[in-house]
């Protein structure tokens, strides 16, 4: 099954692809080949999940799309930037212009109270936030009795509420979200995951998340899946277990072959 | 357990880097300061040795030389008696005294202190022993002399060429005979020599015909005690003799003497910089035990108790300080040697000889770095040990339990407050007791202060946050967050520097206030425009006094003579000046009577002197001058006290009769014009342009009395720079661990767009933050201080006012900024360089 990421499948426009990406670690004997030539496109207000065994290269993938790691060929962009030809600063300057990350840990600052996490975006891009926007994002993810607390105060799901609305407090482009319901209990991730299909569905964004939870990709429009640094298959509409049973075939697979 | 320590010191490389450094660098001080003053001990004691080497026996003259009633020395006839004993192979007479020459600008060659000259005294093969003559030989007749070979070429000097040479009289010119060499201590200490035959030096230095020194060498066989027993009874009763076995040992008794305030000065430095490094050194352990929090209970859940925890922290606290001590040995060694040539530039000869590497240094090296390691690691060792097994359990690291700070803020409370009081009780109290108080005290408030640091810290960097948010933006918030999220670190860091600043700031305000009041004084009590002294520090002859008197411009000249009188059966020290000429130099503050009444032959008395004597004017009193002869003198006037007057002012025409030779300190010269080019010119040129007086204007003055204080205050910096450069190790140290720590935070930080610039820019301001809140604490504590000392000296000081030096201050502040910009360079650095997917993964 030669695998033909949808192109043209509908009249949006692109807010991130790859093209051709390749990303090779170290020389010779201990050559490891993380990303294989692969193509892929990412269109706005779509909510995409990469899965993938470990060591498919799905979360590399993601770090290049989102100009968190170098690639050795090929190219990314977010938008219409190619990232290959950026310097460090750019990107920089792309990542908290343009993105959004959610990250598995939640990686907030525990100096810094909820409110001013969800604003730390903004406040290193040395612009005002948009009150109304930011009123519907809090509002949406239900933070707006804890916005004073610090994060040590908080539960896990409630953190990872706080990193979400974070990355949606910029208005980025597109947010990439690794594992983000990794350290979560089921309710919480539920939460958290109902939280980004509505930031697609009212808010029109635009979400790439990295899991290896079929129940969490089950929440995307789209599933794509990576074996190898290549990717292999793609499910439009997933349900968790057509997403379980694809994935048992990568067993079947690993152990047969 | 031993094993697991030295594993873990391994692991931790680049961690226990900087402790190392720290202890190291003291070490270095302590070792360095011992194998210097150990190499200096044995150089000086050998070249002491080297010159006794072929003295049997020594003797030396105390006489007066200017008592009338006894012989001013050592006889020609007494010599040639010596020179007749049994067993006596030579009996050489010396004399010496001083004498200066002057360079091709015509100023004196050497430091004042140590220009000699000396009396050349050939035996019976013509040559003095003492001296090597590279060119020409000794003088033996009048009008010739001999230069050592530095003075020579430092003046240009060849032999036959006419040489102006200055001693307590006259400039007079000899001509040059001969070029020598000489392991004399004097010369090798930078100073000169002039050699004079040896009427020529009887005649300048004692009188014709009379030697102050005689040394006698043995004949094959003779024994020195014997011979010492000889010569005892053929001496003058003012004269001493000594073999030269004892006299070397003497002399090496002194210089060690000499040498132990050196050592006390620089071991005491060496101290407060490993004091300073003891914070650093808890700091680094307290991280590592917390970073090991699962490691150490995972050891105890497998069984190891309490004490092999707290043993094991100590194993590797000891295995650092071992390395370290042994870095900071070798260290101090080279510091011993750069030292020594330090003192070479400095125009301080010592000397050659090898380095001393004795076994107290290596012992005190190990010891200090030892002990002061381990020290520093048992509290965190402690809490290393009571980490609970369970901790293990734990999926998540376990932040260290912060455990409250109230017993510390308490006792940290009591005791700044107790320390304080005690301070401030000395202030008031005054004088030696107030000081002692004021040690006590200010001991007691430092290790308070240190306490409150943690707890300061919050408020204090709380009250610059908004500033920092304001100029720096993000960066300042961050940082300022940073820097009090772990307040014992920070406050740890901040002591390192809060106490270095504490001694300087103290130091500071005390030195300038005492050097601006003693400026101020000086400006008020000295009227005059030029003061005239003997290069050397020695006494000015006569014929100056004479010179001064008739130089033209010259408006008022009065000497201030040292004249010891007894008044009323007690030896009263009196100054000998020119009346009606004294109130124009000197500022005499006249309370009672009238100054006139000097001219009159009567004597005018301090304020003290007079009450406490119970003197009025008009009193007449009981007088004994230097020459026995009696009298009485009557009270003219009173006047208040000052530094720069004696207690009783006498006309020198008075006590001149009883003394055969004036003894002139300084004299003061008020002249037509004031000071200026010209007038400074015509008192050189009266007094024949003599390179070993010094005409000081009134700048000169003032710098003479205040830059002893300035150059102190500079060596005391330059000693506490040593506790600076380790609590700068120590903030680099904290920043370290802080990147460390937060590498997920700053990876997050770099991912949702915070740039490297300013990634650096935050670990930075931490850095600065920490620092200027250390300074800050120092400096209050430190200014505090030097307001109490101040306190109790202000009587002895008249016109004493407390000054806040505002600029040294500022340049401190300054510094301790910097110090944080340098310590944050590579912890910042390696912040900007973080891997950020590295950082961003989950544990």
Request: hydrophobic content about 45%.
């Amino acid at each position: 099954m030669i695998p033909t990421p949808t192109t043209a499948r509908r009249a949006t426009a692109v807010a991130a692809r790859a093209t051709d990406l390749s990303k090779v670690y170290g020389q010779g004997e201990t050559r490891v080949v993380a990303l294989d030539r692969v193509t892929v496109e990412f269109p706005q207000g779509e909510f995409t999940a990469i899965m993938g065994p470990s060591g498919s290269g799905k979360s590399t993938l993601m770090h290049c799309v989102a100009g968190l790691d170098t690639f050795s060929g090929g190219s990314a962009r977010i938008g219409d930037t190619e990232l290959g030809s950026l310097k460090d600063k750019q990107l920089t300057q792309l990542r908290r212009d343009k993105i959004g990350f959610i990250f598995q840990a939640f990686n907030l600052l525990p100096t810094l109270t909820a409110l001013e996490n969800i604003t730390l975006p903004m406040d290193i891009a040395g612009r005002k936030p948009d009150r109304q926007w930011m009123d519907r994002v809090i509002d949406m993810v239900g933070l707006s009795g804890r916005l004073g607390h610090r994060p040590a105060q908080l539960s896990g799901g409630q953190q990872q509420r706080v990193a979400v609305a974070r990355a949606l407090a910029s208005r980025p482009e597109i947010i990439f979200g690794d594992e983000p319901t990794g350290n979560l209990d089921s309710r919480s991730g539920a939460e958290v995951l109902g939280f980004l299909r509505n930031s697609v569905r009212e808010l029109g964004q635009t979400v790439v998340m990295v899991t290896h939870d079929p129940v969490a990709a089950s929440y995307a429009d789209r599933v794509i899946f990576l074996a190898d640094g290549r990717i292999v298959d793609e499910m439009l509409a997933p349900t968790a277990d057509g997403v379980l049973d694809r994935m048992k075939e990568f067993d079947t697979k690993g152990r047969t072959s | 357990m031993f094993r697991t320590a030295l594993r873990n010191v391994l692991a931790h490389k680049a961690r226990l880097l900087m402790t190392v450094l720290a202890v190291m660098l003291g070490v270095a001080f302590v070792s360095g300061t011992l194998v210097f003053t150990d190499t200096l001990d044995q150089a000086f004691t050998k070249q002491s040795a080297k010159s006794y080497d072929d003295v049997a026996v020594a003797v030396s003259s105390h006489a007066d030389p200017d008592d009338p009633k006894q012989e001013p020395g050592i006889s020609r006839a007494t010599l040639d008696r010596i020179a007749g004993v049994d067993g006596v192979a030579t009996a050489t007479g010396r004399v010496e005294g001083f004498a200066g020459v002057p360079d091709e600008a015509g100023k004196l060659i050497g430091v004042g202190w140590s220009n000699k000259g000396a009396n050349f005294a050939p035996g019976k093969d013509g040559k003095d022993p003492r001296y090597d003559f590279v060119e020409g030989g000794g003088p033996v007749s009048g009008g010739r002399i001999a230069l050592d070979r530095e003075t020579a070429a430092e003046g240009g000097y060849e032999v036959g060429d006419t040489v102006r040479v200055a001693t307590n009289g006259p400039v007079e010119e000899y001509r040059l005979q001969g070029v020598f060499t000489t392991d004399d201590g004097g010369v090798s200490a930078g100073g000169s020599l002039v050699l004079f035959d040896t009427q020529t030096a009887q005649r300048l230095f004692l009188k014709p015909g009379y030697f102050a020194d005689v040394t006698v060498t043995a004949a094959p066989g003779a024994d020195d005690a014997k011979l010492l027993g000889a010569i005892e009874p053929l001496l003058p009763e003012h004269a001493e003799a000594q073999t030269g076995k004892v006299l070397a040992e003497q002399q090496a008794k002194e210089i060690e003497a000499g040498l132990s305030a050196f050592n006390q000065i620089f071991l005491g430095a060496a101290g407060i910089a490993l004091f300073v490094g003891v914070f650093l050194i808890a700091n680094t352990f307290t991280m590592l035990v917390a970073q090991r929090t699962k490691e150490v209970a995972l050891m105890r859940a497998v069984g190891a108790s309490r004490k092999q925890i707290t043993r094991s922290v100590l194993a590797e606290a000891a295995i650092v300080g071992l390395v370290a001590s042994a870095a900071g040995y070798l260290l101090g060694i080279g510091l011993a040697a750069g030292l020594r040539s330090g003192m070479a530039s400095f125009d301080l000869k010592v000397p050659d000889g090898p380095l001393v590497l004795g076994v107290t240094p290596v012992l005190s090296a190990l010891g200090v770095g030892l002990v002061v390691t381990m020290l520093a690691a048992w509290l965190p060792g402690r809490r290393a040990a009571k980490i609970p097994p369970v901790a293990a359990m734990n999926s998540l690291h376990a932040a260290p339990t912060q455990k409250s700070l109230v017993v510390r803020n308490s006792i940290g409370g009591g005791l700044a407050l107790i320390g304080g009081g005690l301070i401030v009780y000395g202030a008031l109290e005054g004088g030696e007791t107030g000081r002692f108080l004021i040690a006590g005290g200010a001991f007691l408030a430092l290790i308070g202060v240190i306490m409150l640091i943690p707890l300061l810290s919050r408020p204090l960097i709380a009250a610059v946050r908004p500033l920092m948010v304001g100029v720096f933006g993000i960066s300042g918030k961050l940082a300022g967050q940073n820097a009090v999220r772990n307040p014992r670190r920070t406050g740890a860091t901040a002591s390192a520097l809060a106490i270095g600043l504490t001694l300087v700031t103290g130091l500071s305000v005390l030195g300038v206030t005492v050097g601006q009041s003693i400026d101020r004084m000086t400006t008020d009590q000295i009227k005059a425009d030029y003061m005239v002294r003997m290069a050397g520090g020695g006494f000015l002859d006569q014929s100056a006094l004479t010179a001064l008197e008739k130089a033209p411009g010259v408006t008022a000249v009065s000497p201030q003579q040292a004249a010891y009188l007894e008044i009323g059966g007690e030896f009263t020290s009196a100054s000998a000046v020119t009346p009606g000429d004294v109130e124009q130099v000197l500022n005499v503050e006249r309370t009672a009577g009238s100054l006139d009444s000097l001219g009159r032959g009567q004597i005018a008395v301090a304020e003290k002197t007079a009450k406490s004597r119970g003197w009025k004017v008009g009193s007449t009193l009981p007088v004994t001058y230097n020459d026995e002869k009696k009298g009485t003198l009557t009270v003219g006037a009173v006047y208040r006290d000052s530094e720069f007057l004696s207690p009783v002012l006498i006309d020198r025409k008075v006590v001149a009769p009883h003394e055969t030779k004036p003894y002139i300190p300084s004299i003061f010269i008020t002249m037509d014009g004031g000071g200026s080019a010209a007038n400074e010119k015509a008192l050189v040129d009266a007094l024949g342009n003599n390179p070993a007086i010094t005409v000081m204007d009134h700048q000169d003055i003032r710098d003479e009395f205040g830059g002893m204080i300035n150059m102190m205050l500079n060596i005391m910096y330059g000693l506490l720079a040593m506790a600076l450069i380790i609590a700068v190790l120590g903030v680099v140290n904290t920043l370290a661990m802080s990147v460390f720590e937060r590498q997920q935070e700053i990876g997050m930080l770099r991912a949702i767009g915070l740039d490297r610039r300013r990634v650096k820019r935050m670990v930075r301001l931490e850095a600065v933050v920490i620092s200027l809140y250390g300074a800050v604490v120092g400096i209050a504590l430190g200014s505090f201080l030097g307001w109490a000392i101040g306190e109790t000296v202000k009587n002895s000081l008249p016109g004493y006012a407390l000054v806040l030096p505002w600029d040294r201050i500022g340049i401190f502040l300054l510094l301790a900024g910097l110090v944080g910009v340098l310590a944050a360079m590579w912890p910042a650095r390696s912040a900007a360089k973080l891997n950020m997917l590295n950082a961003i993964k989950a544990e």
